[in-house]
């Protein structure tokens, strides 16, 4: 079972929904974005705010691959 | 409400029985059970071959966990929003205006209140980690 398998199945499991494991990473992605963020803090961020920081760095994240995709060299067959 | 309102997470305004409250929103602290409530009330409306359940309804068919996580999200609601209330206030005053409340707190917690939210807020995770194309 692939990794966001596995992940999926955790938050549809009723015996085991979404972990500890799941809220770290999205702690992680926060921290990468934004810098150092207390545990605390980041458990009192309210959920809107949440979807609207990770749309807005996903945007930036492909935004960033599509201009680094430009001026990768191109392979030659 | 302006259309920014929403996306500040400034909490919404909410009419029970003529008096308006302001509903603040709920806080990742709250995320697990959110989504437990998303699958039972999901999970309700398949059940109950109807496509939109009402909240009251939706008890009914619900799981012993879906329908306690909706009673957490409902009483953490409303001691953010109305902290002055006792926790018996609370309780009674959930229970009484559930449907209302409930409807009031997915709306104004979520962008994308569906089934697959859970699974699309994964992907986007998985997608922040190892980048668009993984």
């Known amino acids: 079972m692939d990794r966001i398998t596995e992940l999926k199945s955790r938050i549809f499991n009723k015996e085991k929904p979404l972990s500890d494991s799941d809220i770290i990473r999205i702690h992680h992605v926060m921290m990468v974005n934004y810098g150092w963020i207390s545990l605390e803090e980041f458990k009192q961020l309210p959920l809107p705010t949440l979807w609207g920081l990770l749309n807005e760095i996903e945007t930036d994240a492909k935004r960033e691959k599509a201009e680094t995709d430009k001026i990768k060299p191109k392979r030659h067959k | 409400m302006g259309r920014f309102t929403r996306h500040l997470a400034l909490g919404e305004k909410i009419v029970i029985n003529g008096e308006e409250f302001e509903l603040k929103p709920l806080s990742i602290e709250n995320i697990a059970d959110f989504f437990e ?3 039972s009330m999901s999970g309700a409306a398949k059940a109950s071959g109807k496509e939109n359940i009402d909240p009251s309804d939706a008890l009914k068919y619900m799981t012993k966990e879906g329908a306690e996580a909706i009673g957490r999200l409902i009483d953490a609601t409303l001691k953010i929003s ?18 209302e409340l409930l409807n009031k707190i997915f709306e104004m917690n979520s962008a994308m209140v569906n089934p ?6 994964k992907d986007k995770v998985k997608t922040l980690q190892h980048g668009p194309n993984n």
Do not use: N, T, V
């Open chain 2, 37 to 39: 409530a998303m699958k």
């Open chain 2, 82 to 99: 109305l902290p002055d209330e006792s926790a018996e206030e609370r309780r009674q005053f959930g229970l009484k205006y559930m449907g």
């Open chain 2, 116 to 121: 697959d939210a859970a699974e699309r807020l």
